[in-house]
T-cell receptor, first 111, second 111 residues
């Protein structure tokens, strides 16, 4: 069964304190790994797509990396506006473009 | 601007009542999806559709029904058979090679 596990469930940081969120996956075949940001009461907002081990993508204070078993979302010198839930999802090798989601990491950045 | 519109934002259902959630997209995407989100859990797939007049059950389809009569529209009906319908419902769309674009969600509450 395809599975995606995110850790930690919740993370509280001080402004400027860098850290990483983890997404580990067990899937039959990976077509792509996606990171989304979700603010309370809103739909997820696309951040990155990674397709192969060793790939990295960056956007402002965020950098996503991918290995054969997991992905990391590194956040450097975060600001309070980075507070959100970060969702990881994998697209498996099927005819449909279904995504399997992890449960998310709730990130809080204190000023 | 292209995007996905979900309505209403908030919906209240009485016991034994069917309700329909609207999802419209103007992105010209072929595939559309319905997910359910509960606190502390990841997004769970209810139904998805890859082309007009065709749709497949996801992981938690019981108590739900959908139709796909137009490419732009993918309404979800929550029937009285769904025993625990209170949740945040998210609609998404995609094309091959792209990630999902999500709507802003509908929060359904049983009263």
């Amino acid at each position: 069964e395809d599975q995606v596990t995110q850790s930690p469930e919740a993370l509280r940081l001080q402004e400027g304190e860098s850290s990483s969120l983890n997404c580990s996956y067990t899937v039959s075949g990976l077509r792509g790994l996606f990171w989304y940001r979700q603010d309370p009461g809103k739909g997820p907002e696309f951040l990155f797509t990674l397709y192969s081990a060793g790939e990295e993508k960056e956007k402002e204070r965020l950098k996503a990396t991918l290995t054969k078993k997991e992905s990391f979302l590194h956040i450097t010198a975060p600001k309070p506006e980075d507070s959100a839930t970060y969702l990881c999802a994998v697209q498996v090798r099927e005819g449909a473009q279904k995504l399997v989601f992890g449960q998310g990491t709730r990130l809080t950045i204190n000023p | 601007d292209g995007g996905i519109t979900q309505s209403p934002k908030y919906l209240f259902r009485k016991e034994g009542q069917n309700v329909t959630l609207s999802c419209e997209q103007n992105l010209n995407h072929d595939a559309m999806y319905w997910y359910r989100q509960d606190p502390g859990q990841g997004l769970r797939l209810i139904y998805y559709s890859q082309i007009v007049n065709d749709f497949q059950k996801g992981d938690i389809a019981e108590g739900y029904s959908v139709s796909r009569e137009k490419k732009e529209s993918f309404p979800l009906t929550v029937t009285s058979a769904q025993k625990n319908p209170t949740a945040f419902y998210l609609c998404a769309s995609s094309n091959r090679g792209t990630g999902y674009t999500f709507g802003s969600g509908t929060r359904l509450t049983v009263v």
